[in-house]
């Protein structure tokens, strides 16, 4: 069992007055996904000397957890119910992976690129972020639910070039 959840009872809808209760979390997958990717090509065909230019990158994202909205909840309790398992999952899931969902992470640096004379080189800075995917088992009332999540989590960052004929 990983947690029960004591709740207001008074702030949940009445089909939620019997106990929250978090009973299993199936992690199925772990991936880095890319967020997003920014090219810089260099182009110093003509040139005679080697070209290096300077920038500046920053990045911020949010640590979050996602749910996917099953009928079974929207049935059971709807958005409250949502609300509830999401702080729970939030909650074990900052814990378990040292990382506050609703967080912020920013990342700042700067590069130097360079090209030598009659090149053209594509830079690209690739960002990334940890995501892990399951299904936290939810007792409510008595029924228990499987509750779809992934959290995205954390900020990376990969520089790659290629060479341009």
Partial sequence: MLGTVNTDMSALSTNLKKQF??????????????????????DNKFGSEILS???????????????????????MGGLELFEVIKAEISRTSSQKHELSTGESVTRRFKLTFSVKPGDFVTYKVIWKRRVISGEYHVMVNQSTLIVPYSLQLGLEYEVSTGQVN
């Fill in 53 to 75: 230019v300077e920038h500046e990158f920053s990045k911020t994202v949010n640590n979050e957890v996602t749910l996917e909205a099953t009928q079974e909840i929207k049935g």
């Fill in 21 to 42: 209760q978090l009973i299993q979390n199936t992690q199925l997958k772990e991936h880095i996904e890319i967020i997003s990717i920014e090219k810089f090509p260099l």
